[in-house]
């Protein structure tokens, strides 16, 4: 079983930028595809970004796209997300996620998660 801890959210104002981490350990990370995922109060969880085994391979949401920027070290276990002009709508709980697939690109494609860590983007 793989645990997944993210760390890296806070408060920002709009246009501000963030480095959220999460780290992985209880597993071999690189034979993982990793994600990140964000849910607002009242939305659905959505896809933010998504990386291959390798990092080799990104998906990102719309929304996001241009903006964020997903990376992994596997000699590390981590995966990161770069977010750069930040908007209010933004704002959510941030959390990872690995799956088995080389890339995963929807939800039920992953199946373990971390716990999530809040973004709040003012205005």
């Known amino acids: 079983q793989v645990q997944l801890v993210e760390s890296g959210g806070g408060l920002v104002q709009a246009g501000g930028s963030l480095r959220l981490s999460c780290a992985a350990s209880?597993?071999?990370?690189?034979?993982?595809?990793v994600g990140w995922f964000r849910q607002a109060p009242g939305k659905e969880r959505e896809v933010v970004a998504t990386?291959?085994?390798?990092?080799?391979?990104?998906f990102y949401g719309d929304s996001v796209k241009g903006r964020f920027t997903i990376s992994r070290d596997n000699a590390k276990g981590t995966v990161y997300l770069q977010m750069n002009g930040l908007k209010p709508d933004d704002t959510a709980i941030y959390s990872c996620?690995?799956?088995?697939?080389?890339?995963?690109?929807?939800?039920?494609?992953?199946?373990?998660w971390g716990q999530g860590t809040q973004v709040t983007v003012s205005s």
């Open positions: 209880g597993g071999v990370f690189s034979s993982y595809g």
């Open positions: 996620a690995v799956t088995r697939k080389y890339l995963g690109i929807v939800m039920s494609d992953y199946v373990y």
């Open positions: 990386a291959s085994r390798t990092g080799g391979a990104t």
